[in-house]
């Protein structure tokens, strides 16, 4: 399957504690994407990561990508309960629609 | 900010009946995308169009599905005669750049079939 798995299906965590969320794809990729959709919403784009990229920073988040081991992870530091919601994977093949995993479920507790 | 619109937000329809779910991309946005989730699971791509034509499409497209830009603002989705197992919720997004940047999403149209 050329979707991304995130791992775990589900977090809870306290304020302030960091989350960190994992994802694995079985392809080559152009990109990897992480999403965040608050329940019942849209997806809003978080970060992207290019294939010839290993690390990226946004604010508190931090995206890595290890291509060798096909996989992602993403850590939000210092968690606050608006972070509470479900964060997906995205991967990017060539000339194909981006594919998203089953998603993270991050609950944060204050 | 620019964003993707949706309407409706919710409908409820007869299992038999056909549906149509509009979206207002993103105005200089060129590439446009359907995805759907069914309550709760994974987020599953649809169709892609692009100048006019799809571009793409996944298995779960079938010849009940049909995609339409009918003027220079919207986007449908036609679901011809809907079944029980199209429930779901129906993301529209766009991007600037094809299948390599990011998407932005519309809030969805939640479809319910009865």
């Known amino acids: 399957s050329?979707?991304?798995?995130?791992?775990?299906?589900a977090l809870s965590i306290q304020e302030g504690e960091n989350a960190t969320m994992n994802c694995s794809y079985k392809t080559s990729i152009n990109n990897l994407q992480w999403y965040?959709?608050?329940?019942?919403?849209?997806?809003?784009?978080?970060?992207?990561?290019?294939?010839?990229?290993?690390?990226?920073?946004?604010?508190?988040?931090?995206?890595?990508?290890?291509t060798s081991k096909k996989s992602s992870s993403l850590l939000i530091t210092?968690?606050?309960?608006?972070?509470?919601?479900?964060?997906f994977c995205a991967i990017n093949q060539a000339g194909t629609a981006l594919i998203f995993g089953k998603g993270t479920t991050l609950s944060v507790s204050s | 900010?620019?964003?993707?619109?949706?309407?409706?937000?919710?409908?409820v329809t007869q299992m038999g009946q056909e549906v149509i779910l509009r979206c207002v991309p993103i105005s200089n946005h060129l590439y446009?995308?359907?995805?759907r989730q069914i309550l709760g699971q994974k987020v599953?791509?649809?169709?892609?169009?692009?100048?006019?034509?799809?571009?793409?499409?996944?298995?779960?497209?079938?010849?009940?599905?049909?995609?339409?830009r009918p003027d220079g603002s919207n986007f449908t989705l036609k679901i011809r005669s809907t079944k029980l197992e199209?429930?779901?919720?129906?993301?529209?997004?766009?991007?600037?750049?094809?299948?390599t940047g990011e998407l932005f999403f519309g809030e969805g149209s939640r479809l319910t079939v009865l």
Not at chain 1, 2 to 9: K, L, M, T, W, Y
Not at chain 2, 32 to 35: K, M, R, T
Request: aromatic content about 12%; overall charge negative; charged content about 25%.
């Open chain 2, 86 to 99: 199209d429930s779901a919720m129906y993301f529209c997004a766009s991007s600037v750049s094809p299948n």
């Open chain 1, 36 to 66: 965040r959709q608050n329940s019942g919403r849209g997806l809003v784009h978080l970060i992207l990561i290019r294939s010839n990229e290993r690390e990226k920073h946004s604010g508190r988040l931090r995206v890595t990508l290890d």
């Open chain 1, 2 to 9: 050329q979707q991304g798995e995130e791992d775990p299906q």
């Open chain 2, 1 to 11: 900010e620019p964003e993707v619109t949706q309407t409706p937000s919710h409908q």
């Open chain 2, 44 to 68: 599953e791509f649809l169709v892609s169009f692009y100048n006019n034509e799809i571009s793409e499409k996944s298995e779960i497209f079938d010849d009940q599905f049909s995609v339409e």
């Open chain 1, 78 to 87: 210092a968690s606050r309960a608006a972070d509470t919601a479900s964060y």
């Open chain 2, 32 to 35: 446009f995308y359907w995805y």
